[in-house]
């Protein structure tokens, strides 16, 4: 199988006021393609509330993880977390397996966590490990 099973979109950088597009000293814009763009597409399913995008025909996209923000930063509310991101990733088709998935505390950042996610992947020979950063409050 074939790294290009895993998809090119445009790249997104997360800026002050949320995502934007980025563009190249070419001008055009910039793209992200095979474990890359896999990558980028799961943050974007975690950090998007579950049901946010129903009115285009997606009531499933999403994660529930949103539901999190406020909760104490305990083994409850990892635990939770370690099964919401597991429901979220496992909705991308190109994702065949979560191997593990591990939430940890942030030594000096009390209201974070980072979900660690080992993925095997469609196009992909190895395993592939994405740590996606989640705050229980808003700043």
């Known amino acids: 199988m074939s790294k290009e099973m895993l998809g090119r979109d ?3 950088a ?3 006021l949320g995502l934007d597009l980025t563009a190249l000293e070419s001008g055009d814009l ?3 393609h095979e474990e890359y763009n896999l990558a980028q597409a799961l943050f974007m399913r975690l950090r998007t509330m579950e049901g946010e995008l129903a009115e285009l025909g997606h009531s499933n996209y999403g994660s529930r993880l949103h539901e999190l923000i406020g909760e104490a930063n305990n083994e409850r509310t990892r635990e939770l977390a ?3 991101a597991q429901e979220c990733v496992v909705q991308d088709p190109r994702v065949k397996e979560v191997v593990d998935i591990r ?3 942030v030594k000096g950042e ?3 966590i980072d979900i660690y996610m080992t993925l095997e ?3 992909l020979s190895g395993l592939m490990n994405i740590v996606y950063p989640f705050y229980l ?3």
């Open 137 to 139: 409050e808003v700043a």
């Open 103 to 105: 939430v940890d505390t």
């Open 82 to 84: 370690r099964n919401y």
């Open 110 to 112: 009390p209201n974070r």
């Open 14 to 16: 997360d800026r002050e």
């Open 121 to 123: 992947a469609v196009g």
């Open 10 to 12: 445009l790249r997104l």
């Open 30 to 32: 910039e793209t992200v």
